[in-house]
């Protein structure tokens, strides 16, 4: 069976205190056992040696980008090789915030992939349609696009969680229906049957994103192929601790 996978994206926020503050709840949650749930949080890169010292051993720590390459002369970039270096064991790769924000195509992401895992970084890769693609139908194109890219580039998925995670749901409260969310991580699973192989379609955890919450966790949770959740704004409120729960 797939471990269920919950990751905090903390994004762009955060002082010094409001993180001692979250890492304090985390340490203190009653959560279910590191069997049933992989607990992963990702503070913006400043805060990641703070984080991982303080972080309770079983939650690991996850950075929210890196650079494509080898570090050299890219001035404001963090390398994979530095995450490793520091023993950083993830880091997530394509949000949307830095493929509409940035400008990442999804080459440049699949790259991305490719070079953290190459490295030996775990990686969230995240895939999702905007209100206009979902409207427009092309929901299924826009995500499987998004996976082709990565999946043209590496050969092995051990080290790789999918998220799906629709922008019209990410930090809008709106998230997306069980079933709407069931829908595309089916369709996202059987494309890695027929494009990757059974067993990585079979393996690969696919998680979903988007106005994740304590009230509406347990019911995504419970669909068949919703392996776990990237979560944004709530990862920064004690429900997380009720998000990671949903997992049992
Ligand atoms: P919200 O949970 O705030 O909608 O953000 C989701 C997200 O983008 C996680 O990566």
């Not at 996978?5 to 002082?15: A, E, I, M």
């Amino acid at each position: 069976g797939r471990k269920f996978f919950v990751g905090g994206n903390w994004k762009c926020n955060g002082t010094a205190d409001q993180v001692d503050k979250i890492v304090k709840i985390l340490n203190e949650g009653q959560v279910p056992s590191p069997d049933v749930v992989e607990v992963v949080v990702s503070p913006p890169y400043v805060f990641l040696p703070v984080v991982k010292s303080q972080l309770r051993p079983e939650f690991h720590v996850a950075a929210q980008n890196c650079w494509v390459k080898k570090g050299g002369a890219f001035t404001g970039e963090v390398s994979a090789e530095m995450l490793v270096n520091l023993g950083i064991p993830w880091v997530i790769l394509g949000h949307s915030e830095r493929r509409s924000l940035l400008g990442e195509s999804s080459e440049f992401v699949g790259d991305k992939v490719a070079y953290a895992l190459s490295q030996g970084l775990k990686v969230i890769a995240c895939v999702g349609e905007t209100l206009e693609q979902r409207e427009s139908g092309s929901t299924m194109d826009v995500v499987s696009g998004q996976t082709k890219a990565i999946a043209e580039r590496i050969k092995d998925w051990t080290n790789v969680v999918i998220a799906y995670e629709p922008v019209w749901a990410i930090g809008t409260g709106k998230v997306a229906t069980p079933a709407q969310a069931q829908d595309v991580h089916a369709f996202l699973r059987d494309w890695l049957k027929t494009n990757v192989s059974p067993e990585v379609a079979e393996s690969t955890r696919i998680i979903y994103g988007g106005s994740v919450t304590a009230a509406n966790s347990k019911e995504l949770a419970g669909q068949l192929d919703v392996d776990g959740f990237l979560v944004g704004g709530a990862s920064l409120k004690p429900e997380f601790i009720d998000i990671i729960s949903s997992a049992t």
